[in-house]
């Protein structure tokens, strides 16, 4: 029989998920679990989004525009011009998903062997988005102990080769809640600027910011524009990450018009939700006041209890709704498991994703995990009390 293809075999799976057949076991043994694994909000909905689609009147869902539809990319592109980000509906492609809107931009820029310089800990499904695309990802560590900041540009620029295309951020980043300052992006600016390299941001969490920190976006610096990418989505600004509709935005031209070469070939991204994604850019302010309420709550009150746990590091984050905390284990992907498989307190577990499988650098994060803070605040004590008792029963804890 003849073997997979290297990329299957090379691809990885989801640190996020890939406990998901435990955490299935311990309910179907009886035991409530606590997802804190995954980004997955309880913040409901705004009814802007589900208004057009109650009562929709559409004899057939045709097929769309492979751009995605023009009313839609208008309604972004007022958005984003109130964001000081000067764009067009010419300047954004709308794709199913912020997924797609990765995988378009890395495969729109790079050839197989390409490299791409992302800071890490990163969104693991950078690394299984570049394995589709044939690109390596060279990773820049950052620390803990630092709270995740961007690491020395001299680091950076020491990792750039002849195949370097691009740097990649996430900001707020996921899965560390950093929020990179000013000074930050100008240095990242500055080095794309010198060394003739895209600047490809993942700005999905930018309404996300908390104690006054403010989101610096590239698409703030016209004298890169011919060389940023933003990728943005509706899933977590919304809490409809079931949707499926994101977004390329960039004012270089041939980027744009070669990514829709791709959005040709998979035809268009869903009408429906991008029907209900334009009415829920009407989403008052009022909601995101309260959202960004709620979960600073749930952030204080996370970051409180953790840190009263002996041995557990933990770092405030400003942004986005995740933190990555480190344990006093050896082995944090094990703890994860073991929470699932061995533990419970009156039938009660919690689900963490390790980190490691956010790091590209073998061996790093080993003993860290990334919480998201997406439940109420009840169900985050609980959680956290849970964490804390697994923590003293756990048999493998750090020499």
Same mark, same amino acid.
């Given at each position: ?73 208008? /309604? !972004? @592109? ?21 997924? #797609?809107?990765?995988? !378009? ?14 800071? #890490? ?64 992006? #100008?240095?990242?600016?500055?080095i794309c600027l010198e060394k003739d390299l895209f600047l490809l941001t993942d700005e999905v969490y930018r309404e996300f910011v908390y104690d006054g920190a403010e989101h610096i976006s590239a698409m703030h610096f016209p004298e890169i524009a011919d060389r940023v990418v933003m990728l943005d989505s509706v899933s977590k600004r919304y809490s409809a990450c079931g949707a499926r509709i994101g977004m390329i935005v960039s004012k270089n031209e041939a980027f744009i018009e070669a990514a829709l070469k791709f959005g040709m070939a998979r035809l268009c991204p869903p009408t429906i939700e991008q029907i209900a994604s334009e009415a ?7 909601? !995101?006041? #309260?959202?960004?309420?709620?979960? /600073? ?22 942004? @986005? ?7 006093? $284990? ?5 703890? +994860? ?12 577990? $919690? ?6 499988? !956010? ?28 964490? @804390?008792?697994?923590? /003293? +029963? ?6």
């Open positions: 029989m003849k073997t997979l293809s290297a990329r299957a075999q090379e691809m990885p799976s989801s640190p996020i998920r890939k406990l998901v057949p435990y955490a299935d076991r311990a309910k179907a043994a009886g035991k409530h679990v606590y997802h804190l694994n995954i980004g997955q909000p309880d913040i409901r909905t705004p009814e802007t989004f589900f208004n057009p689609i109650k009562n929709m009147d559409m004899p057939v869902v045709e097929y769309g525009p492979s751009a995605g539809l023009l009313s839609l990319r208008e /309604k !972004f @592109a007022a958005y984003y011009r109130a964001n000081n980000i000067d764009v067009s509906a010419q300047n954004i492609l709308i794709t199913t998903g912020g997924s #797609e809107a990765i995988i !378009f931009t890395l495969m729109v820029l790079m050839d197989p062997g390409d490299e791409v310089i992302i800071p #890490e800990p990163f969104y693991t499904n950078y690394n299984g988005f570049a394995v589709e695309a044939g690109v390596k990802v060279v990773p820049i560590p950052s620390s803990i102990d630092t709270g995740f900041q961007l690491p020395p540009i001299g680091s950076i620029r020491e990792k750039i080769t002849p195949r370097t295309r691009a740097i990649m951020i996430c900001n707020p980043n996921n899965p560390t809640g950093y929020v990179y300052s000013r000074q930050e992006m #100008e240095a990242l600016r500055d829920a850019v009407d989403t008052p302010q009022s909601y !995101f006041d #309260e959202v960004n309420a709620e979960y /600073k709550k749930r952030r204080d009150l996370m970051v409180r209890l953790l840190r009263d746990i002996p041995g557990v590091v933990c770092p405030n984050p400003r942004g @986005a709704f995740y933190l990555v905390v480190g344990l006093p $284990v050896e082995d944090a992907g094990h703890f +994860a498991q073991w929470l699932l498989t061995d533990f419970d307190v009156d039938g009660e577990t $919690v689900m963490v994703a390790p980190a490691d499988g !956010f790091y590209a650098t073998p061996g790093l994060g080993k003993n860290e995990v990334r919480i998201a803070y997406v439940l109420k605040e009840q169900d985050i004590a609980r959680a956290m009390h849970i964490v @804390a008792e697994g923590l /003293k +029963a756990y048999p493998h804890k750090k020499a």
